[in-house]
């Protein structure tokens, strides 16, 4: 199987601040990689596909780059509506897994 | 509106048996892959299975295989999961979730049902 592994678990930045998250991949998926987000309470919604393709409708601070095992998503301009637990999802192989999670709070 | 409603969960007792459906619209449900993704209580996201648009190919995570089976009807636009052998770390709430309007990723997730496995 395929592990995800982010960084880091936790992260609280200001209102403004560019945030990075970063998500190895054990063994090379290509850019088979989404990024989720999920406020809480909610259901995840998908941010990303294809490593770097942002889905329509999502803001345009929200941006994705990587490949091979390793992937970023930022977050150019941190917004208090970004408070969210962040997911990426590896759909190279079977079975299909997700990193464990970047909180996201907000100094 | 391309809709994904989840029925079904509950509260079983370990060992004990649970059918999940999931009720596709708004969408040719019959041309898609369908899965399962099930999130455990303040944890994180875990896929669970998915199935081809005939069914005819199915994928699980080695946590459930042998346990869980998926399944669809195509004429009802209803995806299932059958589960057995339930154990108290299946308790989660279970989203259906499908790649529909993207090539990549699940853009659509039901609200998902809640299963508890406790005696």
């Known amino acids: 199987d395929i592990q995800m592994t982010q960084s880091p678990s936790t992260l609280s930045a200001s209102v403004g601040d560019r945030v990075t998250i970063t998500c190895r991949a054990s063994q090379s998926i290509s850019s088979w990689l989404a990024w989720y987000q999920q406020k809480p309470g909610k259901v995840p919604e998908l941010l990303i596909y294809k490593a770097t393709s942002v889905k329509s409708g999502v803001p345009s601070r929200f941006s994705g780059s990587g490949s091979g095992t390793e992937f970023t998503l930022t977050i150019s301009s941190l917004q208090p509506g970004d408070l969210a637990t962040y997911y990426c999802q590896q759909y190279n192989s079977y079975p299909r897994t997700f990193g464990q999670g970047t909180k996201v709070e907000i100094k | ?107 659509i997730w039901g609200q998902g049902t809640m299963v508890t496995v406790s005696s």
């Not at chain 2, 449900?29 to 081809?52: C, D, H, T």
């Not at chain 2, 190919?57 to 209803?78: H, L, M, P, Q, T």
């Not at chain 2, 995806?79 to 853009?107: E, K, N």
């Open chain 2, 1 to 107: 509106e391309v809709q994904l409603v989840e029925s079904g969960g509950g509260l079983v007792q370990p060992g004990g048996s649970l059918r999940l459906s999931c009720a596709a619209s708004g969408f040719t449900f019959s041309n898609y892959w369908m899965n399962w993704v099930r999130q455990a209580p303040g944890k994180g996201l875990e896929w669970v299975a998915n199935i081809k648009q005939d069914g005819s190919e199915k994928y699980y995570v080695d946590s459930v295989k042998g346990r869980f089976s998926i399944s669809r009807d195509n004429a009802k636009n209803s995806l299932y999961l059958q589960m057995s052998s339930l154990r108290a770390d299946d308790t989660a709430i279970f989203h259906c979730a499908v790649t529909w309007g993207m090539p990549g990723g699940f853009d």
